[in-house]
């Protein structure tokens, strides 16, 4: 079982989300920080930026933008 560890903030009556989580596995840590709207019933991903932090050598950043 995992354990959910992170920040999220929510905006315009709760239908807007910035998400921030940390990950970490056996290669190294990470951030995934996640924008994403509520339409109806659904969410609609906007952004998904994952920020790899450790190790030092193989820090980068990986972004995914919906512009629908």
């Known amino acids: 079982m995992a354990i959910l560890e992170g920040e999220v ?3 315009n009556e709760n239908k807007k989300v910035n998400s921030s989580i ?7 840590n990470a ?4 924008t994403a709207i ?5 969410w609609e991903y906007k952004i998904i930026n994952v920020r790899i932090k450790n ?3 193989n820090k980068q ?3 995914i933008v919906n512009n629908d």
Request: proline share 8%; hydrophobic share 15%; charged share 35%.
């Open 9 to 11: 903030h929510y905006t």
């Open 22 to 28: 940390r990950l970490k596995g056996t290669k190294g």
């Open 31 to 34: 951030r995934m920080d996640i």
């Open 38 to 42: 509520k339409n109806n019933t659904e």
């Open 55 to 57: 190790p030092p050598e």
């Open 61 to 63: 950043t990986i972004e």
